[in-house]
């Protein structure tokens, strides 16, 4: 690594050296105001006192930054988890994606808070500028800005009829084509109309089972209209509608990496089939180490990105996206009245070949224990033979979501140029959402016809679901004060309720369900049993009186359907804010000391019907110091330090009662500190020649937290495990023995890199026809934890990407050519690195772990063709 830094070192300065003849003649070059709405309204960026990230068309372009992967390289303190769609900030995010938690970085599109960070990655053809707003936004933006905001803003309709169209290929068979036109219908009303495809047909992952490619294949479209106009003198409205549709085998949800471990044949006992009750749905994935290998990748190849399945995989749109957005303002003398509302559905489907093989049958060896046909249980007696039983681990697993929300913003702020400058408003907020998950194996006739329990035609072993609605409302208003000519106060308040309710319900099956007794002996053993009402029970433990927070009335089990619901229910409120002071002693220096209370409201482990079911809400007492600051012009530097209390993070854990199986809870980690310095740059030394460097140190630590367990190494036996010292005597929320929790004071918050490197030299080159321009970039980022317990299994090593781009472009402004190249050195780095439990089928508990990685994307590269008008 330090070779190449070294490399990318000498490149730049080579170009400033080729470039020293253009600064004799030209000089320096002064960087260019860049404009943002951070605090909604137009302010210049090196005003707002804000750690602001900003990211315009016209830069992402130059730099290559066409995902949200690319922002977040360039971001300091900005995480991202393509494979599960996941973004924190400074330590602070989700890690579940289950609906009914809620993201700790609010996402908005033109003002409209959306639930995915997919659409801020959306091509620059189409996104005028993405700003990244670092710390709490607890005034302004509210609902789950607790770790910050990201905003994308469209590019708007024009005044003159202008277009503009892009085509693109690549490696893997990737294609892309995308336009859009725009202009005047009428006096005082314009449209613009655009849309794009993307195809790519090869995958990054190759199946050595014969199946299809996986990873990064995709089949997408994306459409959009919108219409901007006046209303007279006072009032101008604009309104946005789009349609997409996709059907992938990608990320976030698809192929992005494979499993490290072979799972261990020493664990299984011949003739015996069930790793004990409530794990009958691993059946599936262990019964296959009897087999061939269990995935024929790495394990069996050495390659990372080969893999063997045989179901089908996909990630899809089942319908159209649809989306609605409309701002309108009335402008008053001296402020403006604006509402900014929007709408969005989506029907999403991800189908996974969840044994991870291509395996499709496996004969069992008939038990020692059964001596003539006489001792067979009825069902595997064939012809006067007790036949052998043929486990069909064809395992597939179905999860979808189907959501819609609205989003209602009214404000009102000043406009004039006094001292006292003002904004106040209130939001309404609204979602329903479905996301059933079931586990199938389709192949084992068995299943559907389980003992003393309602059919199950479809031969589900495991299904949840959750059909849930929230509301948040809000009042707000900030004050900015300008007491004299270089110091400015600021004060902001921010009241939020939040409100959730709803119905989960599920299903659990177990195929062979005794350690001790084979399916083909007489007796009372049942081959298909229904554990549906013990699993997924919803009763405190034995001697446990905490009251059930959330939970409305008893679980209780439909006898036609088999399937289990309880009733879900609860609210949360918060006083959230901001006190700031500013100093500007003159026009190219701010500095800034501010405090922010962030809030994020509580949420539910909904669908698996546990004995705890809510989560607390989670907050944040934030303290930041910042400087921004130009110099002379060609150099301009930001500078912000920064210390949270964080308080009550959820975050998802197993653990292991004293009876039954590992069990998922949500867990407040009661204290937490996130603290770190950020630095963002830009040089243009010389005329032509660009520098941007940035750089991140964060310490996201947890500070107190006690005994809990890790779910693939819940007796605390793998190297690394940190036994607490003194235990209670029972588990405060399993009610089990409690003698396997650990302590996780010291232990990092999860994909929190302790520092982070993002670099770029963009040189131009000018002639008479036209221009060229090139640019290479760096990223480096430190090792990071997938999990809340510093494991090495869930360790993933420091990592680095070098790119470039090479771009013509006319004198005229039309046309413009650009090769392009992502990680050039074809690295293949783990993105994060899991680890989950090994279960064998004895009865001993005796485990192993299955660890899993997820790759950084291969190198890529390409052509891409401009043409505007």
Known sequence: MHHRFQLLAATALASVAMAGGAQAQSGATTIEELVVTAEKREQSLQDVPVAVSAFTSERRDL?????????????????????????????????????????????????????????????????????????????????????????????????????????????????????????????????????SMTKQDKGWFHNIAGGPDEGDIRDESYYELQLEGDLGEHADFWLKAAK????????????????????????????????????????????????????????????LTAFSTNAQTFNKLEDYSSQLQANLTYHFDGADLKYIG?????????????????LLSYTIPLNPGITSPAACNPGYVAAGICRPLVARPNVVSLYKENKEWFSHELNLASTGD???????????????????????????????????????????????????????????????????????????????ADKKKGV???????????????????????????????????????????????????????????????????????????????????????????????????????????????????????????LKKDWSGSLQTNVSAFYYDYQDAQVPVSTQPAVGPLTSIFYNIPKARSMGIELETIWQPINNLQILFNYSYLDATIRESCCIQDGADPAAAQPGAKPAGALPAVDPITGAPNSRGQDLSGNHLPVAPRNKISFNANYTWEFEPGSITGSVSYVWRDKVYSSIFDRPYYEAPARSQIDARLAWKDAADRYTVILYGKNLTDEQDFDTLSATRQTGFNASGVYNLNRTYVLVPPRTYGVELQYRW
């Open 418 to 496: 006094g001292p006292v400058q003002w904004i106040l408003g209130a939001y309404l907020y609204n979602e329903k959402y479905k996301q059933p998950y079931q586990i199938t194996l389709p192949d084992q006739a068995e299943l559907a016809t389980p003992s003393a329990a309602a059919a199950n035609p479809k031969r589900i072993i495991y299904y949840t679901d959750q059909s849930m609605e929230a509301w948040s409302q809000a009042a707000f208003g900030q004050v900015d004060w300008q007491f004299t000519d270089t110091l400015k106060l600021t004060a902001g308040l921010r009241y939020t």
């Open 504 to 626: 989960e319900a599920g299903r659990l099956f177990c195929f062979g369900c005794s350690a001790a007794v084979d399916p083909r002996i007489l007796g009372s053993f049942t081959p298909v049993l229904d554990i549906t009402t013990s699993t997924f029970s919803g009763n405190r433990p034995a001697g446990v009186t905490d009251p059930q927070k959330g939970v409305v009335g008893p679980a209780v089990t439909d006898t036609a359907t088999g399937i289990r619901r309880r009733g879900l229910y609860d609210t949360w409120n918060a006083w959230t804010g901001t006190l700031g002071l500013e100093w500007q002693p003159d026009s190219n220096t701010l500095g800034y000391a501010k405090y922010s209370r962030g809030y994020k409201a509580g949420g539910f482990n909904s669908g698996t019907i546990t004995a705890f079911p809510e989560t607390d809400s989670e907050h944040v007492n934030a303290y930041e110091l910042g």
């Open 342 to 358: 929007g709408f969005q559905h989506y029907k999403y489907a991800l189908q996974s070949d969840f044994d991870g093989t291509a």
């Open 63 to 195: 730099i290559g930054i066409s995902s949200v992967q690319d922002i977040t390289n360039f971001t300091p303190g900005l995480a991202y988890s393509a494979g599960n769609d996941r973004i924190s900030l400074r330590g602070i995010g989700r890690l579940t994606n289950n609906l009914a938690s809620e993201p700790g970085v609010a996402t908005y599109v033109d003002g409209v808070y959306t639930s995915s960070t997919v659409e801020v990655g959306r091509s620059p053809l189409f996104v005028d500028r993405v700003e990244v707003l670092r710390g709490p936004q607890g005034t302004l933006y509210g609902r789950n800005s607790i770790g910050g905001a990201i905003n994308a803003i469209s590019k708007r309709p024009t005044d003159d009829f202008s277009g503009e169209i892009r085509g693109s290929y690549g490696n893997y068979d990737r294609r892309v084509l995308e336009g859009t036109v725009s202009g005047p219908i009428t006096e005082g009303l314009r449209y613009r109309l655009g849309a």
């Open 244 to 303: 997409s549709k996709y059907d992938n085998r990608s990320a976030p949800g698809g192929r992005t990496g494979g499993s490290l471990t072979p799972l261990d044949t020493a664990l299984i006992t011949p003739g015996s089939l069930s790793p004990g009750v409530g794990y009958g749905f691993a059946f599936g994935q262990n019964v296959v180490a009897l087999g061939p290998a269990r995935n024929g990748s790495f394990v069996t190849t050495g390659d």
